[in-house]
């Protein structure tokens, strides 16, 4: 069945929305949002800009329900039914060009908050980040009972503004170390009451945010997850975990799971982990993707590490997943979609980073930074410069959103 299967194949999700094709736009954090973190011009220009690129579904970067919880400092917030509806149906209008869907990825940053945005982030357990990050990342406190269930109505009430404002779709940030990963793993959850312990208890928060959005977007709106395959840290979320909540979510109609994994203290969705066996394979989780098909009839989608149209190809004929995850290529061209559906040997430029100085790429997240630039240039109406100066850009990019901002590795 897999090989009949092409990159520009409808895709039909459970709530009966079909994709235009199998190329989906991974969350970038974009960092755009107005000093009222309301999303700008520039994003518009910049999704407009994707969806002219052919692309068949584009998925936004952090959009949080809380205010107060912030884990960059020009994060787009929504978290009430009249806030800044005018611009996020000014946003989805320009990101659903073209029969493109655009979907809001909805997320609250937990502990991963740094120091200069919360004195006294919230986690499920009061456990800080691990050193060296416990220098830029307050310890948390831990979540009353009740403020866990109003975080979930955060959740439900973002996903409704988002479905007023005209985005075809929402997905759960479940990874990367963000809240929803941090009640999944037992390294950030110790609590002892429903919320904590078993992993039927760990999972209890995940599975009721997706049943409180699901009520209110109605059974034909399309839900997605972004979800780590494990935690790579030893005592953390393992593989066979998340298979076990990939099972129950799909049960429960999860309409697309998007597969990742790692945290700020274990970077794994940046620097990949795959065996040395399979680095013919191009993307990072295709392994795990092969051992949750067995587990789960939503469908998949992989994101990290694909370059070529043969490698996304070969992906897709395997059967194991069903949508193939773009992101860093995308912010070297726009365009990169159409060029993979008209032309088999079309290769991303993806490419390593250096500024020469190694001091200086080790203090920065050198390879967000410049990739982050290139989204700003998009959203300033300019083309994307593979061979800008990643010296440059990074003291551009300090210019523009601060030093404090820069000093976290954001996934």
């Known amino acids: ?71 960059e400092p020009n994060n787009v917030v929504v978290e009430k039914i009249t806030q800044h509806l005018a611009s996020l149906r000014a946003w989805a209008a320009k990101g659903t060009k073209e029969g493109t869907h655009f979907w809001m990825q909805i997320n ?7 120091n200069f945005l919360a004195k006294t982030p919230v986690a499920p357990s009061a456990v800080a980040l691990r050193p060296p990050l416990d220098k830029a990342f307050n310890k948390p406190r831990a979540l009353e009972h009740t403020e866990i269930l109003e975080i979930i109505t955060r959740f ?31 390294l950030s959850n110790q609590r002892s009451d429903q919320w904590g312990g078993s992993l039927e208890n760990r999972m209890r928060f995940v599975i009721e945010i997706y049943g409180a959005i699901r009520a209110r977007v109605g059974s034909d709106f399309p839900i997605g997850i972004k979800l780590n395959s494990a935690d790579f840290q030893r005592g953390g979320f393992t593989e066979e975990e998340s298979l076990r909540v990939i099972e129950t979510l799909s049960k429960s109609g999860m309409d697309l799971i998007e597969i990742s994994g790692g945290s700020y203290e274990a970077p794994v969705m940046m620097e990949g982990a795959r065996k040395a066996s399979t680095q013919s394979r191009e993307a990072y989780f295709l392994d795990f993707a092969a051992k949750a098909r067995a587990h789960c009839k939503a469908p998949l989608m992989v994101t990290g590490g694909f370059r070529t149209a043969d490698g996304m190809k070969q992906a897709l004929s395997s059967g194991n997943l069903d949508l193939i995850g773009l992101a860093r290529s995308l912010a070297l061209d726009p365009n990169f979609p159409k060029k993979l559906l008209s032309d088999e040997r079309t290769t991303s430029q993806v490419k390593p980073l250096t500024t020469g100085m190694r001091w200086l790429d080790k203090l920065v997240p050198l390879e967000i930074l410049w990739y982050t630039g290139q989204l700003h240039r998009m959203g300033r109406g300019k083309t994307p410069n593979p061979k800008a100066s990643v010296t440059a850009t990074v003291l551009r990019m300090v210019k523009d959103v601060g030093w404090q901002s820069l000093k976290r590795a954001r996934g």
């Open 156 to 186: 439900a009430d973002t996903a409704e503004i988002a479905k007023q404002a005209g985005f075809t779709g929402v997905q759960i940030h479940g990874a990367h170390g963000y809240l929803v990963a941090q009640f999944l793993s037992p």
């Open 1 to 71: 069945m897999g090989d009949l299967i092409s990159l520009s194949s409808p895709l039909t999700l459970p709530c009966g929305v079909v994709l235009k094709n199998r190329l989906a736009k991974s969350a970038m954090s974009e960092n755009m949002a107005d000093k009222n973190h309301r999303p700008d011009l520039r994003l518009g220009r910049l999704y407009e800009t994707w969806a002219g690129g052919g692309i068949g579904l584009l998925i936004s970067g952090n959009v949080m329900c809380d205010g107060r919880a912030l884990g």
């Open 108 to 114: 609250h940053p937990g502990r991963q908050i740094p």
